[in-house]
């Protein structure tokens, strides 16, 4: 069948059989809410013992296979596998002749679009990028999460309605991503989740070595209140010593973490300066303050000052951590990286 004759969407059975390819965090939670809106999971594929004891605590009662063989029984595919891993497994699939004709094909991933399941497309199936921007547990707690969660959605035009529509039966919200703007909307998510992670377990981390007992307990509140305040305000939230233009407090700050951390200096002045760079702009920062901050956070980068190189620093933040494992096996996920299964983001 060619893609012109292609079963339009709205055409078919009202539920759906439903299977999963790479039961990591992510696809068995998607297929439990699937079956809470009247479709029924018919198989799964797992490769790890972790992955096949998810499927069997999330998706009981329906079988373990391999991924041709899902696709063989399912008219909906979830492709909930690593990011370096799909390109691959959509050709093999496609090449082997599982990929069936009017078949849905949905990827969680959130850097690619629907274009990475062209070879699935050339097959005949129909392609969809569904991405649920949070973070999954691998328990039944993620199904009752999806209410609410927005869904970084990509599709041909034609089957963008059966894309949303599958969205909101999983109690999702659907946001339109253009194909071209796949990657930009994937690093805007890392930049504000991972690093995040990286930012407060340092801040935890300064607290416990200040002799602070419970700095979960205390940065809770100030942390909820920042990013509240952040998600409705915008810039216009922005305070504390760079906002305020208090050049000595900052020059203290880096005196210490020089001190006790060195490996947080060279994040503690990128930040400063986007924030000092932002408060200017948005008229929160006064511009003779401006210039002697700046001037701080120069002499802080110098070669006489450069970040991590004093008391042993090695001059290294630590790895980098990218956008994740949405959905991996074993290594957790934060509604970033692949959605699927293996060794995100």
């Not at 850097?111 to 969809?128: E, T």
Request: glycine share 14%.
């Amino acid at each position: 069948m060619t893609t012109s004759q292609q079963p339009d969407p709205r055409d078919r059975p009202a539920r759906l059989t439903v299977g999963v390819v790479g039961a990591g965090r992510v696809g068995p939670a998607l297929a439990a809410s699937l079956r809470l809106a009247g479709h029924r999971p018919v198989a799964v594929s797992g490769v790890s013992d972790a992955s096949r004891r998810r499927a069997d605590l999330m998706l009981p009662d329906v079988p373990l296979v391999p991924p041709a063989e899902v696709l063989q029984r399912a008219d909906l595919v979830l492709l909930t596998v690593p990011d370096d891993t799909l390109p691959g497994l959509v050709t093999g699939l496609a090449e082997t002749g599982a990929v069936r004709p009017g078949q849905l094909l949905a990827h969680t991933s959130g850097r690619y679009g629907a274009k990475v399941l062209d070879p699935a497309l050339r097959a005949g199936a129909l392609p969809l990028a569904l991405h649920p921007a949070m973070t999954f547990t691998g328990t039944p707690v993620d199904v009752q999460r999806l209410a609410g969660c927005s869904f970084g959605v990509t599709a041909p035009e034609e089957l963008r309605l059966a894309a949303e529509a599958l969205v909101v039966e999983m109690g999702g919200e659907p946001e339109w991503i253009a194909e071209d703007m796949r990657p930009l909307y994937h690093a805007a998510l890392a930049l504000g989740a991972n690093h995040l992670v990286t930012l407060v377990a340092q801040s935890m981390e300064l607290l416990r070595e200040a002799g602070v007992e419970a700095p979960d307990r205390m940065l809770g509140p100030l942390l909820g209140a920042a990013l509240d305040n952040a998600l409705r305000s915008g810039d216009a939230a922005l305070t504390g010593p760079v906002a305020r233009g208090d050049a000595g407090t900052v020059a203290a700050h880096v005196s210490e973490l020089r001190r006790h951390a060195p490996q947080t200096v060279a994040g503690y002045l990128a930040m400063a300066r986007a924030t000092a760079d932002r408060a200017l702009a948005h008229g929160l920062l006064k511009p003779e303050l401006a210039e002697d901050l700046l001037g701080v956070l120069a002499d802080a980068t110098g070669p006489a000052g450069a970040p991590g190189t004093t008391h042993g620093g090695d001059g290294s933040d630590g790895p980098d951590q990218g956008p994740d494992d949405h959905g991996r096996d074993d290594r957790g996920d934060d509604g970033l990286g692949d959605g699927g299964e293996g060794g995100n983001r």
